[in-house]
């Protein structure tokens, strides 16, 4: 029986490259495969998932209106897709998460989610919140602080210090966010 699968972590923890060799593994064997990312993250251009590490890949671009249900059965019909991949899927609406769960439910098609949990200011995003209520199977990827703790938050910096404020959603990499333990994200440390 398929399930969602929502496997979260903060930044630089491996979860692009964890999708990419998903897919690879799926298509390495003649299954086909569907790639979405929120079109919202353009770092490496519309329509791509990147790892840090410099490999990517193309994905099917996911925008607010996207109807994932029926880009789904569109692609379904070319030839039966195997499984989902969606990269960033904090960055999902609701009615996406919601979607995909028919995908799951209807077409026994397993929907395997990446993303982060939390944002730079510890609350939720709203995929974030919508995968934790639906997703069947929840998994933590886990990363370090410079400390060498397991990091759990995503620290916004502007100028060398971490800022609490601002808008939920600002695209950056590692020139603006860093993963920290709650130590060291509530002290403000952003190394020795």
């Known amino acids: 029986m398929a399930q969602l699968y929502y496997r979260y972590s903060t930044m630089n923890a491996g979860k692009s490259i964890e999708l990419i060799k998903v897919a ?67 960055f999902l609406l609701k009615h996406h998460v919601q979607e995909l769960v028919e995908i799951v439910d209807s077409y026994d098609t397993p929907v395997l989610t990446y993303g982060l949990k939390n944002d730079f200011q510890n609350e939720l995003f709203e995929g974030s919140y919508y995968m934790l209520i639906y997703a069947d199977k929840i998994e933590e990827i886990k990363t370090i602080c410079w400390c060498g703790r397991k990091a759990t938050m995503v620290a916004r910096v502007i100028d060398g210090k971490i800022v609490k404020t601002g808008d939920q959603i600002v695209i950056g990499g590692n020139d603006m966010y860093v993963s920290l333990c709650r130590k060291h994200y509530n002290d403000g440390r952003l190394g020795e």
Not at 26 to 35: A, D, Q
Not at 36 to 44: C, K, T
Request: glycine share 8%; aromatic share 6%; net charge negative.
């Open 24 to 90: 690879y593994n799926y298509e390495e064997r003649g299954k086909r495969v569907l790639v979405l990312v929120p079109g919202v993250d353009d770092r490496f251009g519309k329509g791509v998932v990147a790892s840090r590490i410099g490999i990517s890949r193309e994905a099917e671009t996911v925008n607010q209106d996207t109807n994932l249900l029926k880009l789904f059965m569109d692609e379904n019909e070319k030839g039966k897709i195997d499984c989902v991949l969606v990269d960033e899927c904090q």
